[in-house]
């Protein structure tokens, strides 16, 4: 059974930090493709940061440059380092993993709250 558990959330004041964790479970990780997607009240899911196994990155335009997506294959696990935070980062973020299969597999995490504000 494939699991995704996301932790590092919280409260948070504007222009502080928080990293969020995704450890996967059940699964080969080190060849998926990860990301982090979230949504706010009212909205639709984005992206927000993706990792190739390889290792390449791509980063949403709302969040580059104080947004950084990584992995640790050894523990399993995804990170989203979340620097200079505004009010508009609050969200649920989702932690995604995309099993590179045929067809592929996709598997999502609970979801951790992030809220920015003084």
């Known amino acids: 059974q494939v699991q995704l558990v996301e932790s590092g959330g919280g409260l948070v004041q504007p222009g502080g930090s928080l990293r969020l964790s995704c450890a996967a479970s059940?699964?080969?990780?080190?060849?998926?493709?990860m990301g982090w997607y979230r949504q706010a009240p009212g909205k639709e899911r984005e992206l927000v940061a993706q990792?190739?196994?390889?290792?390449?990155?791509t980063i949403a335009d709302s969040v580059k440059g104080r947004f950084t997506i990584s992995r640790d294959n050894a523990k399993n696990t995804v990170y989203l380092q979340m620097n200079s935070l505004k009010p508009e980062d609050t969200a649920v973020y989702y932690c995604?993993?995309?099993?590179?299969?045929?067809?592929?597999?996709?598997?999502w995490g609970q979801g951790t709250q992030v809220t920015v504000s003084s």
């Open positions: 990792i190739t196994s390889g290792g390449s990155t």
């Open positions: 995604h993993l995309k099993y590179p299969s045929t067809p592929i597999y996709n598997y």
């Open positions: 059940g699964i080969i990780f080190s060849i998926s493709a």
